[in-house]
């Protein structure tokens, strides 16, 4: 599904993040709300050989793997407006330059709110995609992460970034596949700064 498709017509689309866009959305937005989807986990599955990677040592972040028994936790953003176009046309170009990305719409569920969830369009990097590595355990991908490095920084801040997000913003949820990368990945460095 190609996410102007299903804006058409639209003055607002809601827009879900679950990696990076939660601290760094890098497009114009009315307002956001933390929450989560259901169907989905978060996984370190997908490579990264440009913001968090090279060609030889491609970063791990995260993409979306259907679950019917998980949700995954991150920020909704309501784009308004000519936003909504901006919005996509950047998002496009950061998501899905190297093809193997589907757009879904998602219901999209706020925290704490009991009100009805609100549609709204994730990105995912699926098993298409030339990047995609798939599953390892916590050590390989702790071990991946630590030495990566990329245009917009290190692998590690990706990560670190990403738990500090879920541990200051939904306190309440155990991301279980998160935190156990993050254990592995802060054992390592401790063992490589004690080494020097």
């Known amino acids: ?3 102007q498709n299903t804006i058409a017509g639209k003055s607002s689309l809601w827009i879900f993040g679950y ?4 601290w760094k959305p890098d497009f114009k ?3 956001s709300k933390v929450g989560h989807i259901q169907g989905y986990k978060r996984r370190f599955w997908h490579g990264d050989n440009f913001h968090r990677g090279n060609d030889e040592l491609p970063g791990r972040v995260v993409t979306l793997i259907e679950d019917d028994d998980e949700s995954t936790w991150g920020v909704a953003f309501e784009v308004t407006g ?3 176009e901006e919005s996509l046309k950047y998002l ?3 998501e899905t330059v190297c093809g193997g990305y589907v757009t879904k719409m998602v219901d999209f569920f706020p925290d704490g709110e009991s009100q009805s969830p609100v549609k709204a369009l994730v990105y995912i990097a699926t098993a298409e995609n030339a990047l995609y590595l798939g599953p390892a355990s916590p050590e390989e991908i702790g071990a991946q992460i630590v030495v990566c490095r990329g245009k917009t920084g290190l692998n590690l801040e990706y990560l670190l970034r990403l738990a500090e997000f879920m541990r200051s913003s939904c306190p309440h949820v155990e991301d279980h596949h998160l935190f156990s990368i993050e254990a592995v990945a802060l054992t390592m460095v401790s063992r490589l700064l004690a080494a020097k």
């Open 82 to 84: 000519t936003q909504v």
């Open 29 to 31: 937005y009315n307002r």
């Open 92 to 94: 496009n170009v950061r």
């Open 1 to 3: 599904m190609k996410p």
């Open 19 to 22: 990696g990076s866009l939660v």
